[in-house]
C-alpha cells in the first residue's frame, strides 16, 4: 500500500504523531526542558510504531521511529565532501595565541577584531546535509575532503534532529559538529563491556568513535551519544542576511539544532582570557570532555577575506588547554624492533589516568632522551598528554628513587634477533640491521595490513606477531 491509498486521516495522525515526537525530543535532548512524562512520550511513540506496521507507506526517513538502526552494513561507503572539512591550528600557550590576534588585527587592518569563542570538544567531527529539511546524508571527516558515510548511526542520536523546525530552512543544509559521549554514559558502557568481556574503552573520544563506526547501527543506537553543531558547511543563501558566526548559530537553534549555549562573542582579549581560565579550571566538572577552546572571526566577510591554508582556515584557532599530569611508577624499561630495525625504549608503567586516558606505557624515544631524563627502572615519574593526546614523561621524582635503582643500560644485541645493534654517527637511534628479524617483519605486515595501508579487516596484532614468530609469514606475497 503506498502513501497515496491510506486514507487522509490516518496520514494526518501519523505526520500529528512525528510532529509531537519531534517537539518533545528537541525540548528533551537540546532544551533540557522536557514538556511531557517519559510515559506519555513512549504511548505516542508506540501509537506510531503500531500505524507504521500496519500502513508501512508512513515509514518515512524523518520517522522517530528510525531511530533505532536499520540494518547491518558490510562496510562504510565513502563520500565526498560538497567543501572540504579543514581542521584548526593550535596554540599551545597565551602568547601563540596572541600571535594569531595580533596576525588578525594586521590583516584586517583592525585595532581590534570581534571574535566567537566556544568549547573545543574532544569528540569526533561530523557532517550533516539536511534536503528540504530531512536529515539525508551523515559522514565522518576523514581525510577532510572524503568521509565515510555514517547516516544510519547519526540517525539514533537523539539530539540530531531528523527533521529540521519550522519552515524558514534552506532547502539544502550543510551542518558541521561533533559528537560526544558524556562521562557518566562511559562509564555506564564500560561498566557493562567488563560484565560482557568485551573490549574496554580508554576514554569517551574513542568511545564515541568507536560507537559511530559500528557497521550494525542498532550497537550505535544502544549507546548513548549527543552531538553539538558548531558550523556550516555551505553559505547560507543571501536571504537569510546572516553576516557572523553569532548569527548563523542562532539559525541552526532555531532549525532545532544543538547548538552549546556556553559561548561568548567579545573583542577584548582579556575576557576571551577570563572564559578560557573559566573552562580550563571547570572542566573536570563538564559532563563531557573538552581540550580547549576555540576562538573565530565573528564576522563572515572578514573570514572569507582571511581565506584558507591546504589543511586548515586562517580565521580560527584552537587555544589548547595545558596538558595534564599524573604521577606513575616505572616497573621496567623494554626495548621495541620497528618495521625499520629502530630500537625503541618503552617504560612500561602502574597505570595510572591522565585526562581520562589510562596510560601504562610510554615511548622513552631514544637512548639520549633516557639519559637526559636519568630514567630508571622503580623511578616515580611525571606523565603528561602533550597537546591532550600523547603520553609523553616530563620528568623524573629522584628523591623518591630506590636505593636499588640502577641506570638503564641499552642493549648491544637486537633484543628479538640477537644480530648486534648499529648506530651511524649522524643518527640518533641504534637499529638492528637483520632484515630477516621476526620483530621487522611482524611490523611490516601489521603496518601492510592497517587501515591507512591495505585495511585488511579480521587481521590482528597478535595474530601477525605469532604467525611471523613461528615462521609462516615473512613477506606480504604469504598473507
Known amino acids: 500500500m503506498n502513501l497515496f491509498e491510506i486514507p487522509a486521516e490516518i496520514r494526518e495522525k501519523a505526520e500529528k504523531l512525528k510532529k509531537e515526537l519531534n517537539r518533545h525530543s528537541y525540548h528533551y535532548y537540546i532544551l533540557d526542558d522536557p514538556v511531557v512524562p517519559d510515559q506519555e512520550y513512549d504511548r505516542l511513540f508506540r501509537t506510531l510504531k503500531e500505524l507504521e506496521d500496519e500502513y508501512p507507506g508512513l515509514r518515512t526517513p524523518d520517522s522517530p521511529t528510525q531511530r533505532v538502526g536499520a540494518s547491518p552494513l ?18 599551545l600557550n597565551e602568547e601563540e595565541f596572541l600571535d594569531f590576534d595580533s596576525r588578525m588585527r ?74 560526544v559521549m558524556f562521562k557518566d554514559d562511559f562509564r555506564e558502557l564500560n561498566t557493562i563491556q567488563e560484565k560482557e568481556e568485551k573490549k574496554v574503552f580508554s576514554n569517551p573520544r574513542n568511545a564515541a568513535a568507536g560507537s559511530v563506526r559500528q557497521l550494525d547501527p542498532k550497537i550505535t543506537a544502544g549507546r548513548k551519544l549527543n552531538m553539538f553543531v558548531y558550523g556550516i558547511g555551505e553559505p547560507l543563501d543571501p536571504k537569510y542576511k546572516v553576516k557572523s558566526v553569532r548569527a548563523i548559530y542562532g539559525k541552526l537553534k532555531e532549525w532545532g539544532l544543538n547548538v552549546n549555549p556556553d559561548m561568548l562573542v567579545s573583542d577584548e582579549i582579556g575576557r576571551i582570557k577570563e572564559y578560557y581560565d573559566r573552562l580550563e579550571t571547570r ?44 604521577a606513575s611508577v616505572v616497573r621496567s624499561i623494554e626495548v621495541q624492533v620497528g618495521r625499520t630495525g629502530a630500537l625503541t625504549p618503552v617504560a612500561i608503567l602502574d597505570p595510572v589516568s591522565v585526562g581520562g586516558v589510562t596510560v601504562s606505557r610510554v615511548t622513552l624515544h631514544n637512548p639520549d632522551e633516557i639519559e637526559r631524563l636519568d630514567v630508571r627502572a622503580g623511578d616515580t615519574i ?66 601492510f595490513t592497517e587501515r591507512d595501508s591495505m585495511d585488511i579487516e579480521g587481521v590482528g596484532t597478535e595474530w601477525i606477531t605469532r604467525l611471523a614468530e613461528s615462521g609462516l609469514l615473512r613477506d606480504v606475497a604469504d598473507f
Open 382 to 447: 611525571i606523565i603528561h598528554r602533550a597537546g591532550d593526546v600523547i603520553p609523553k614523561v616530563s620528568r623524573v621524582i629522584t628523591e623518591n628513587r630506590p636505593k636499588n635503582a640502577k641506570p638503564f643500560l641499552f642493549p648491544e644485541k637486537c633484543p628479538v634477533c640477537g644480530t648486534r645493534v648499529v648506530k651511524e654517527e649522524e643518527e640518533i637511534i641504534p637499529r638492528c640491521p637483520n632484515q630477516n628479524c621476526p620483530s621487522q617483519i611482524a611490523e611490516t605486515l601489521i603496518h
Open 74 to 91: 558490510k562496510a562504510f561507503r565513502t563520500v565526498k565532501h560538497s567543501t572540504a572539512m579543514l581542521s584548526l591550528d593550535n596554540a
Open 106 to 179: 594586521k590583516e584586517l587592518e583592525k585595532e581590534k577584531i570581534e571574535y566567537i569563542v566556544e568549547q573545543k570538544y574532544d569528540g569526533l567531527a561530523i557532517e550533516l546535509i539536511y534536503e528540504d529539511g530531512v536529515l539525508s546524508l551523515a559522514a565522518t571527516r576523514g581525510d577532510g575532503i572524503e568521509g565515510e558515510d555514517v547516516t544510519g548511526n547519526i540517525r539514533t542520536i537523539r539530539s540530531v534532529p531528523l527533521k529540521l523546525m519550522g519552515a524558514g530552512y534552506p532547502g539544502r543544509l550543510v551542518v558541521r559538529g561533533e559528537v
Open 283 to 326: 572542566r573536570d566538572k563538564l559532563e563531557y570532555q573538552i581540550d580547549g577552546i576555540v576562538v573565530k572571526v565573528n564576522d563572515l566577510e572578514a573570514q572569507q577575506a582571511l581565506g584558507e591554508l591546504t589543511h586548515s582556515v586562517r580565521w580560527a584557532v584552537a587555544w589548547k588547554f595545558k596538558p595534564m599530569e599524573a
